[in-house]
């Protein structure tokens, strides 16, 4: 009897072995996956969901106010916005900053940011997105299909990345 309680729970370990001691791996989203929907409150109280932009270009950022990266891209993220808004294109950026909204309200004025600020104490978005640091943008279509997947900062505003913008606005 000792043996057979042995042997059972030998086979058991083996079977679960991998989800209790193996590493955790996040979800790792690819050009072609669809984005996974996601509510998050704006700096208003307003719940924004990302299932109301389809039909809309969405350029996704997760950011925090304490990453210098992230500090250094949006200058380029708001030339971007002014020169797309309004034309089947937005920006969500959300922000995983722990402290919420006073500090997010705060850089937003100070840098004069006029797109959307959303935010996510929790990281709540970060399994489904499968992020592993910030900045991270994904630049979802009018389907809700992930282009790409930017990984760090870039200049937004460069005159390449702004004509990719529009050529996937002007895609049917």
């Given at each position: 009897l000792v043996l057979i309680v042995i042997v059972a729970a030998a086979v058991l370990l083996m079977q679960v072995k991998d989800s209790l001691f193996g590493p955790v791996?996040?979800?790792?989203?690819?050009?072609?996956?669809?984005?996974?929907?996601?509510?998050?409150?704006?700096?208003?109280?307003?719940?924004?969901?990302?299932?109301?932009?389809?039909?809309?270009?969405?350029?996704?950022?997760?950011?925090?106010?304490?990453?210098?990266?992230?500090?250094?891209?949006?200058?380029?993220?708001?030339?971007?916005?002014?020169?797309?808004?309004?034309?089947?294109?937005?920006?969500?950026?959300?922000?995983?900053?722990?402290?919420?909204g006073k500090r997010v309200a705060a850089f937003q004025e100070a840098q004069k940011?006029?797109?959307?600020?959303?935010?996510?104490?929790?990281?709540?978005?970060?399994?489904?997105y499968g992020v592993t640091g910030v900045p991270e943008s994904y630049i979802i279509n009018k389907e809700g299909i992930i282009e790409k997947i930017v990984i760090g900062p870039i200049d937004w505003a460069d005159p390449a990345i702004v004509r990719f913008f529009r050529d996937l606005i002007q895609k049917p």
């Open positions: 791996q996040p979800t790792r989203l690819h050009p072609g996956s669809e984005a996974p929907t996601f509510a998050l409150p704006g700096l208003d109280g307003r719940m924004v969901d990302l299932k109301d932009y389809r039909g809309k270009v969405v350029f996704l950022n997760i950011w925090a106010t304490w990453c210098p990266t992230c500090r250094e891209e949006m200058p380029s993220m708001e030339k971007l916005y002014q020169e797309l808004k309004g034309k089947g294109f937005e920006i969500l950026a959300v922000s995983v900053d722990k402290e919420g940011l006029n797109f959307p600020l959303l935010l996510d104490p929790e990281a709540t978005i970060a399994k489904p």
